[in-house]
């Protein structure tokens, strides 16, 4: 009898859990119908930690975003900076509130910095111009090569990175603006003056040259233009100042340097530099020279050192100034 009664008890509160559970269940079932009903499984998304709005297709939306980010050859831009990141979180949208992706859109990218990537052409390190891709870069050192530009050796090209895009130039006109023209220069056999060409191959007067002289050299004159001394047998056609051996010699005036060596013609080892129009200067007897023919060289820079050499008896610069051939008194210009 006592265990039947158990049985009953047993099977009345099976019978009530089952109920309840079905009961649960179908709540259940009504809860999700209501929430489906009347809500939406979306996205919340957020900038530096405040709501800027919802999407229902995260993947989408930052994939939209991460093409914004990278690069765009057609405009040369590297990549793009962005300030902040959005950041995702599931949450249920009532269905009368719509989704604003490209508000949000909108948001993550309107403060963002651009990088530029595109290519410097340089000449001894200097930027010359620019332009867009590496292989116009190429082209053009390729062109100067051809051209057997007396300065390819050294042209350059440098990758570059801004937040602004430089004027690009195109390979031809890059070309013609780099292109140098290579000196030819026969070696000198200018002779030294001897007293009977003196008359026609020299003159005290003073002519304009179209450009401003500077002293070569810092030292004491030791012999004029025109002066007859026993250490030679012509008229001096040029200017003596004698200096210590190995004091910086300077070039008197921009120019090209058409010859650097020693002819063996008395004059040791010495410099012509050519000013155009027909003015030149020289600069004989140096220790060292420090330039080569075809070389442009500046007002004031060092082109060799005072020595000794040739037909000389002492340390000392003898400095020319010619124009068509003729040699002039330096002193009209300097010192």
């Known amino acids: 009898m006592f265990n039947i ?5 047993v099977a009345i509160t099976t019978r009530k859990s089952i109920k309840l559970i079905v009961l649960m269940f179908l709540s259940a079932i009504i809860l999700i ?12 998304v957020s900038l530096n930690g405040e709501v800027i709005g919802y999407t229902s297709d995260k993947s989408t939306l930052q ?10 050859e057609e405009k040369n831009i590297a990549f793009i900076q962005i300030n902040a990141m959005p950041t995702y979180e599931l949450c249920l949208l009532k269905k009368d509130v719509e989704t ?4 949000i859109y909108t948001k993550v990218t309107e403060d963002s910095t651009p990088y530029y990537k595109y290519y410097a052409i340089t000449e001894d390190k200097e930027e010359k111009f620019y332009v867009s891709t590496f292989e116009e870069a190429e082209k053009v050192i390729d062109e100067l090569e051809e051209k057997e530009s007396a300065n390819e ?3 350059g090209i440098i990758e570059k990175y801004g937040k602004e895009l430089k004027e690009f130039t195109d390979v031809e006109k890059c070309v013609s603006e780099l292109y140098e023209k290579k000196v030819i220069v026969q070696k000198s056999t200018y002779a030294a003056p001897s007293a009977s060409n003196y008359t026609s191959g020299s003159s005290s007067a003073k002519v304009s040259l179209g450009i401003s002289l500077i002293n070569p050299v810092s030292g004491v004159i030791t012999s004029r233009f025109g002066s007859n001394e026993s ?3 012509h008229t001096h056609s040029g200017l003596d100042i004698s200096a210590p051996y190995g004091t910086a010699i300077k070039a008197a005036a921009s120019g090209t340097v058409t010859y650097s060596g020693n002819a063996n013609d008395g004059y040791g080892y010495y410099v012509i530099i050519s000013h155009g129009n027909g003015v ?12 080569s ?5 500046s007002q004031g820079e060092v082109i060799a050192k005072v020595g000794s050499t040739g037909n000389s008896t002492g340390n000392h610069l003898h400095f020319e100034v010619r124009k068509n051939g003729i040699t002039y008194n330096p002193q009209n210009y300097v010192y």
């Open 5 to 9: 009664n158990i049985l009953k008890r």
């Open 280 to 291: 030149s200067t020289v600069y004989a007897h140096c220790s060292q020279l420090l330039v």
């Open 63 to 72: 994939e939209k975003i991460n093409d914004y980010i990278a690069k765009d």
């Open 33 to 44: 119908g209501l929430v489906v009903l009347f809500y939406n499984p979306t996205y919340e």
């Open 153 to 155: 050796e050294k042209i």
């Open 293 to 297: 023919a075809g070389q442009t060289v």
């Open 100 to 103: 604003n992706d490209e508000e």
């Open 231 to 233: 250490v030679r047998d």
